[in-house]
């Protein structure tokens, strides 16, 4: 489902990948199989920033949260699916949903620059990059 | 509606790939109430039908994918009394009784 991954050697991706099966293995569990193809987590990479977006339709930010101390980022969201005053159920497939869970970032990521937004039912972080350090190159002096 | 515009404009959003959206569905004396989880779609990216008893809708989330269902319905829905609102990704679609077909509570006289 992680479909803008690309087979790649870069170690630079090893955080997130990590990090995104963690999502994957929220969601998962609380998917139907039949609708395994839906995209709940999508991480995207640019030059500047890891990309993550999980959807969750009909939450509000407040009931989200999310914080980060010490390298790890903490998401909690939880959402009711109370019949409204008046109906009864003929059909639930929606669940309610309600989950706290901790994400190690690993180095590559600036955690002072991280940003969230909500639009629409979806939550992108952005995850910025630290600035590369170059390898310092050491001479070896002869004796 | 809008849908159809964007696909004469981009034609490679019909290779879109299609999920089934999941619903809520509820029922009371005089509507029955659809929930749906449509997360990324935005207001002017959806279309929604109603023929023969059926509500069918489609959202294009983000130029992604497209959220599809349709739920079947008796014979006992106004298509004029339909009513949709989208909001932070779930499409609520409020359907009106016939009101022919409520439940009438009949006096028995004296």
């Known amino acids: 489902m992680l479909m803008q991954w690309k087979a790649t050697s870069n170690p630079l991706f090893n955080d997130v990948r990590v990090l995104t099966r963690q999502l994957d293995d929220v969601f998962r569990d609380r998917r139907p199989k039949a609708r395994a193809t839906r995209r709940d987590v999508t991480v995207s990479e640019s030059e500047e920033a890891f990309i993550l977006r999980a959807a969750f339709p009909g939450m509000s930010p407040e009931d989200l949260s999310l914080e980060v101390a010490d390298g790890i980022l903490k998401l909690g969201a939880s959402r009711s699916a109370d019949a409204p005053d008046g109906y009864r159920v003929l059909r639930r497939e929606r669940h309610p949903l309600s989950l706290q869970r901790a994400f190690d970032l690993g180095p590559k990521v600036d955690v002072d620059a991280i940003e969230a937004a909500f639009e629409d039912g979806i939550l992108t972080i952005t995850l910025p990059k630290r600035a590369e350090q170059e390898p310092r190159k050491i001479s070896i002096r002869a004796a | ?110």
Do not use: C, N
């Open chain 2, 1 to 110: 509606m809008s849908e159809h515009d964007e696909t004469t404009t981009q034609p490679q959003s019909t290779e879109l790939p299609r999920v089934t959206a999941r619903v809520d569905v509820f029922e009371s004396d005089d509507h029955y109430l659809v929930r749906a989880d449509v997360p990324g779609v935005a207001k002017d990216h959806v279309d929604i039908r109603f023929h023969d008893g059926r509500l069918s809708f489609e959202g294009t989330a983000e130029s992604e994918l497209i959220y599809a269902r349709t739920v079947g319905f008796g014979d006992d829905v106004d298509p004029d009394a339909i009513e949709a609102t989208l909001e932070r990704g779930v499409l609520q679609l409020q359907l009106g009784k016939v009101a022919a077909k409520k439940p009438r509570r009949i006096a028995i006289g004296a």
